[in-house]
């Protein structure tokens, strides 16, 4: 399975939209939903950084590895 | 991107006017003689006795056809990267392939200008009385520089591939 993105599980349970994420996050709700659903390379620290900020979440919330 | 869009812009009509100014004087030169037969005379002297008519001036019009080509085809080229540079595609495999056969079409350009005195010169003295018969080689300068031009450009493209590649995968980086 490798890298799983959990963050659909976060932004449900601190009753977020994706949109409102996006606004604060600063990038598309397109991208958003592609980080949702796995499909992207990679993610920059400074992405990561404010979705921590806004979810108030670690990292490891919204990313886990699964064998 | 918007300076390169306006210069390529720009950059497009200018190859646009080189290519039909192109195709207009070789158009006069195999319409006319008299014009041709000035224009060789102006590049190599006076070496055929017979003068440039009939099949000499059939042969030297499909040749300039023949050497035309490799110019028209890098103008083309020209056109074609400066379009999708002008549309905004400048990190990509298509205008990275274009480059890189731009590079293979000057390098074709630099030994069709290599050879074409020398067919010149051999079609304006083959009915010349022997000993008055010649064959010239000449290799200069420009040919030299458009050839290095051309392998500049196909290591240009190279890099440009790689870019493209990074820029795909930045891309999907969010």
């Not at chain 2, 290591?155 to 591939?161: L, R």
């Amino acid at each position: 399975m490798g890298i799983v993105v959990t963050l659909d599980v976060m932004l449900a349970r601190r009753k977020m939209k994706s949109r409102e994420l996006a606004e604060i996050v600063g990038i598309t709700e397109q991208n958003i939903s592609l980080l949702k659903s796995g499909k992207v390379k990679g993610i920059r620290f400074e992405t990561l950084e404010k979705i921590c900020e806004t979810l108030d979440c670690q990292p490891g919330d919204i990313l886990t590895f699964e064998v | 991107m918007e300076h390169i869009r306006r210069h390529s812009l720009f950059l497009r009509w200018v190859v646009a006017l080189g290519a039909g100014l192109i195709v207009a004087f070789l158009a006069l030169i195999i319409l006319l003689p008299p014009l041709m037969e000035d224009v060789v005379a102006g590049q190599f002297g006076s070496v055929s006795e017979n003068g440039v008519s009939g099949t000499k001036h059939l042969m030297l019009s499909g040749l300039a056809l023949l050497a035309v080509l490799p110019t028209l085809r890098a103008l083309q080229l020209c056109w074609r990267l400066f379009g999708l540079y002008a549309a905004g595609e400048v990190l990509t495999e298509s205008a990275a392939a274009t480059l890189k056969s731009l590079g293979r079409s000057a390098i074709l350009m630099a030994v069709v200008s290599t050879l074409t005195p020398t067919l010149v010169v051999l079609i304006l003295t083959y009915d010349n009385p022997p000993g008055a018969r010649q064959l010239t080689i000449q290799i200069g300068g420009m040919a030299y520089a458009l050839a290095l031009f051309g392998g500049l450009i196909i290591t240009v493209g190279w890099a440009m591939v790689e870019a493209a590649r990074v820029d795909a995968d930045n891309k999907a980086i969010i």
